[in-house]
């Protein structure tokens, strides 16, 4: 069963706009990691943001904040003032605790294309 | 945060080849990571490595196909086997922050593009 759910597979947004790339999770570890990583065209994998199953507020990170809905099993990665190096395959990625250090899974991937 | 290196950064091959994907970290990690990023795709992992231990493969991935290394804390290898077309891929290697920090953070190295013609 798909773990990691990203319906948008491309998105636009005007540069100094905001916008809200959509993650959906299915788990049934109490204990559990949500991850937001950036990969631009370059490849490289550079990781923007982290929200623990127990953490009461949102996580902040600059730019970026993360709307966690545990009820929704939601993770939504809202990045404020796009810009256009901003550009880049986005990836949501869920770890469970439970049993031990597991490594991430990871969701399909929202392309951001951000227009000047 | 931990800092990962590759080696080879990309490479040509023949199909039928093998190729060997070096990684090496700055600090000792208990695990390690090997990921497949197909064209066009999302990562797939492909086994986890520890050291002293033979890597635990994930479905779709076997030992013949992408045996691994683990020699010691710092260094793992990841190679690919009698290459076909469909192995083009970016391989990444991944490990956890270092162990005295959190263990919430994930790092990548950055990446192995193979083409298989």
């Known amino acids: 069963a798909q773990k990691i759910t990203q319906t948008q597979p491309g998105m636009f947004v005007q540069e100094k706009e905001a916008v809200t790339l959509d993650c959906t999770y299915d788990?049934?570890?109490?204990?559990?990691?949500l991850f937001w990583y950036k990969q631009p065209s370059s490849g490289e994998m550079i990781f923007l943001i982290y929200?623990?199953?127990?953490?009461?507020q949102n996580a902040t990170e600059g730019r970026y904040s993360l709307n966690f809905q545990k009820a929704r099993k939601s993770a939504n990665l809202v990045i404020s003032a796009s810009q256009l190096g901003d550009s880049a395959m986005y990836f949501c990625a869920m770890r469970e605790f439970e049993s031990g250090n597991t490594p991430l899974v990871f969701g399909k991937g929202t392309r951001l294309s951000v227009i000047a | 945060s931990a800092v990962i290196s590759q080696k080879p950064s990309r490479d040509i091959c023949q199909r039928g080849t093998s190729l060997t994907i070096q990684c090496q970290v700055d600090s000792q990690v208990t695990m390690m990571f090997w990921y497949r990023q197909q064209p066009g795709q999302s990562l797939t992992l492909i086994a986890t490595a520890n050291q002293g231990s033979e890597a635990t493969y994930e479905s779709g991935f076997v030992i013949d196909k992408f045996p691994i290394s683990r020699p010691n804390l710092t260094f793992s290898t990841l190679t690919v086997s009698n290459m076909s077309p469909e192995d083009s891929s970016i391989y990444l290697c991944?490990?956890?922050?270092?162990?005295?920090?959190?263990?919430?953070?994930?790092?990548f190295g950055p990446g192995t593009r193979l083409t298989v013609t």
């Open positions: 991944s490990v956890y922050s270092a162990e005295s920090a959190s263990v919430y953070e994930q790092y």
């Open positions: 929200q623990g199953s127990y953490d009461q």
């Open positions: 788990t049934s570890d109490p204990s559990y990691g």
